[in-house]
């Protein structure tokens, strides 16, 4: 039987994959100290038990809050750990784009394999993140599930916001069934960009634009401006991961999207599509 430990940032998602796995969630207390500093204790016997820990890597105090889970199952003498990150945090950083800089998302992943022996994250930026862990790291995607969601909407075409992302778009169209495309994106010069969609007709049609990351929602709201004007019904926009930065939410609405759609791996106001289900399949 699995034990299975909810870190702060994800504790319905540790709920949600204890009820699919028949398994038990283990009792935890976290508290802060009075200069702030992060106190966790496991509070059930977990000697020689198979644990799953499930903790998004953001905002940063959850880094934290995961090396000490991973601590604290360790010294109390675990049989297994597996890592569950429903998203995984710093993934973006995953070169050195400019002498100087860190590869982030290789330090986080090596500092977290130092406890694991199995790590399992969700649509992760870039899949080749996944050899930084120094474990067995797998991913999963919540495609499907947004799909889903997405069938009662009526949707007649499904659009990645670049031809990058094609793949996701063409996998939500076939549970669909309906057509999918990318936009186009044009580099106009240093600072602008501007999104077109490339040979389609969206004219009264029900879009639905469907994206790893919605950060500060430039990318979407572009997309969105530019479908209407087309003439689109109404566009929907989905994400695995919303972390719906500065002001994203307004920037969407103001561009005229009809529904925000985000997963749990961040819990928001926006996460309608559960992600317990598509992880729970990796175990
Ligand atoms: C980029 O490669 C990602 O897939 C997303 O398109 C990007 O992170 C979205 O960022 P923003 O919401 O700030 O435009």
């Not at 916001?161 to 996998?171: E, I, L, N, T």
């Amino acid at each position: 039987m699995n034990y299975i430990i909810g870190g702060t940032a994800s504790r319905s998602v540790a709920e949600d994959l204890t009820k699919i796995l028949k398994g038990k969630l283990v009792n935890i207390t976290s508290k802060r100290f009075p200069d702030n500093e992060l106190y966790v204790r496991i509070l059930d016997d977990i000697k020689g038990k198979d644990i799953i820990i499930v903790q998004t890597t953001y905002p940063d105090p959850n880094i934290i809050e995961l090396f000490l889970l991973q601590n604290a199952v360790e010294e109390a003498g675990a049989k297994s750990i597996s890592i569950v990150i429903p998203y995984y945090g710093y993934a973006r950083q995953d070169t050195k784009f400019q002498e100087g800089e860190p590869i982030s998302a290789k330090a986080l992943a090596e500092l977290i394999s130092k406890s694991a022996d199995k790590v399992i994250t969700v649509d992760p930026h870039k899949e080749y993140i996944l050899d930084f862990f120094s474990t067995s790291a797998v991913s999963c995607s919540a495609v499907p599930e947004i799909a889903k969601y997405l069938i009662v909407k009526k949707i007649d075409m499904v659009l990645a916001p670049d031809k990058g992302a094609v793949d996701r778009a063409k996998k939500a169209s076939k549970i669909i069934n309906c057509d999918f495309d990318y936009m186009e994106k044009t580099r106009i010069d240093g600072t602008t960009v501007e999104i077109k969609p490339k040979n389609l007709d969206s004219e009264n049609k029900n879009v639905a634009i469907i994206d790893d990351i919605i950060s500060t929602g430039g990318t979407m709201a572009k997309s969105i401006k530019e479908l209407k004007k087309q003439g689109a019904k109404k566009v929907f926009v989905a994400c695995t991961h919303g972390l719906f930065a500065d002001n994203a939410i307004k920037k969407l609405s103001t561009a005229g999207c009809d529904e925000i759609i985000a997963t749990d791996t961040i819990i928001s106001d926006y996460s309608r599509v559960k992600i317990a289900p598509s992880i729970a399949k990796l175990f």
